[in-house]
């Protein structure tokens, strides 16, 4: 797994690329704890991730958690078939907003 971190408009961009497993999923937790902390809305680009386990979800699941505590807008997007059912079927895709690609959900976030 690899992330990086950018800009997109007013927005903090996440780029997930890999396999996000039991084996890295604290290093994601960590990840998004440090962007959650900050202010304004935040775009997960999964475009390039293939694979996330439930120790995965979890981290997902605490990003959720933390922003919604400060009123931020997070948004998924570029989620493939595969992994948007596995959102699905875990009951976490109504935590998100979702987004065919980083570019709509700028366009979609406020600010």
Known sequence: ??????RSGSATTL???????????KVLEQ????????????????????YVSSAGLRSFIILAKQARAKNQTIAL??????????FEISGL???????????????ALPG
């Open 31 to 50: 990840k998004v704890l440090d962007v959650a902390s900050r202010d304004g809305g935040i775009i997960v680009d999964l475009s390039a991730m293939n």
């Open 77 to 86: 997007a570029g989620m493939s078939d595969e992994v948007s059912e596995i």
């Open 93 to 107: 895709l109504e935590l998100f907003k979702i987004y065919d690609s980083v570019e709509a959900a700028v366009a």
């Open 1 to 6: 797994m690899e992330v990086t971190e950018g």
């Open 15 to 25: 780029k997930i690329a890999g396999r996000v497993d039991s084996s890295v999923a």
